[in-house]
Structure formats: C-alpha cells, structure tokens
C-alpha cells in the first residue's frame, strides 16, 4: 500500500520530458556510429566528409590518396597502422573485378575457342568445365604476379598499385597532373567493378539470367 501510495505521489512525464529523452537517446546513438575524433586538430573537427555529410573526416583519410572521399562509416581506417597496404588490397580487389566482369560478360556474349569445353556461356560453369590445366595456369601467373610484388606491397615505400613491368611507356610522357587524373580514374572504376562483380554474382546465382538481361524478374 505505501508503494502504491508513493507512486499515486509522482509526477507525470510530461510530453516535453519525453521528446528530451527521445532525442537524449538518438544521439547516442549516433554518437555510437561516429568515427573517432582522438588526435584531430581544432579545425579538422569541423570538417565533414564529402561521401556522408552528416560524419567528420576520419582522421588518417586526410586527401592525400586518390579517390579519398572521406567515405569510413565503420572506422576501418582507426585499426589500420598503414593505409599504403591498404589502397594496395583495394586496387588489387578492383582490377581483378574489372577483368572479372569484362570476363563475365564476354563468356555470355563473346567469341568462344573451340571445343566443348569452352562452350558453356554461364560464367561460373566455365571454371569447371575448362578443366585442372587451365585453371592451374590461370592460378600459377596470380601468384608469380603475387611474389614478383610481395616485399614492394608490404614493406616498400613506392606508389600503391605500381606494378614493374606493367608502366606503359606514354607514362613518362604525360605530367604529374594528367597522372594524378589517371590515378583518381583508376580507383574509381575499381570501386565500380567491385560493385558490379557482386551484382553479376547476384543476378548469376539468385536470378539466373543474363547479365545483360534488365527485364524484371518473375
């Protein structure tokens, strides 16, 4: 009886109450998700990324690589020690996928070598239909490439994504500017291939149609 007396005694929430711990509890939230601000200086605390306008910069994606929009919602860049490593995985990641894609759409639509074994046009059914001696020759140049540029991608100081033997010769001909164009071209169009390797995937997979077939699926 005391207790339900005590309680008959307290004040009602009022609606004003309610929204201060509605918005109490959304910016905790937020808060959560944000990245990190330790070691920021005055002025790069004010400054928002250019891909999520509504989150600050993370702290190491400070512009100084191409294509850096500022774009870390899950602060990965915070457990990096070296992003060099880092744009190196990305740029491998993204030229495998260009070549993936190109490869994808060309087994579909393109010319095929002849034999049975090169006849099938669904992407993923051509890996086993090649047979072991193809895929092991496709597997052995990756990892010649892999060791050739193993010690320059983890300990070396150059470029990320600078392989030797593969610099064209106009290279050298062209300014730092137009280079740094290329560079930004290049990290983009990675960012792409890796989305639509997925997507390719998915309509391969899940829809089973052809990945230049954009009719709806039943």
């Known amino acids: 009886d005391f207790i339900k007396l005590f309680?008959?005694?307290q004040p009602t929430p009022t609606a004003t109450m309610m929204k201060s711990v509605c918005l109490a509890t959304l910016a905790a939230s937020a808060a959560a998700f944000a990245p990190a601000k330790v070691g920021r200086t005055s002025v790069a605390l004010n400054e928002m990324s250019k891909s999520i306008p509504f989150l600050t910069v993370p702290?190491?994606?400070?512009?100084?690589?191409p294509g850096d929009m500022g774009f870390d919602p899950m602060g990965l860049s915070d457990?990096?020690?070296?992003?060099?490593?880092?744009?190196?995985?990305?740029?491998?990641h993204g030229r495998v996928c260009m070549l993936a894609v190109t490869g994808m759409v060309w087994q579909e639509y393109g010319w095929h070598l002849p034999g049975e074994a090169y006849a099938t046009t669904d992407p993923f059914e051509a890996i086993s239909s090649v047979g072991f001696g193809?895929?092991?020759?496709?597997l052995l140049a990756i990892g010649v490439l892999e060791l050739a540029n193993w010690e320059e991608t983890f300990n070396g100081?150059?470029?990320?994504?600078?392989?030797?033997?593969?610099?064209?010769?106009?290279?050298?001909?062209i300014s730092d500017e137009?280079?740094?164009?290329h560079y930004e071209q290049e990290i983009v169009h990675c960012r792409l291939a890796m989305i639509a390797f997925i997507g390719a995937t998915h309509q391969t997979f899940l829809l089973h149609k052809g990945?230049?077939?954009f009719t709806m699926p039943n």
Not at 134 to 138: A, L
Request: proline residues 4%; without cysteine; glycine residues 6%.
């Open 7 to 9: 309680l008959q005694h």
């Open 59 to 65: 702290e190491k994606l400070d512009g100084s690589m």
């Open 79 to 92: 457990i990096q020690t070296d992003l060099r490593y880092s744009r190196w995985a990305e740029l491998k």
């Open 134 to 138: 193809s895929n092991f020759q496709t």
């Open 157 to 173: 100081d150059s470029r990320p994504g600078v392989v030797n033997g593969f610099v064209p010769q106009w290279w050298s001909k």
């Open 178 to 181: 137009q280079k740094e164009i």
């Open 211 to 213: 990945l230049l077939d």
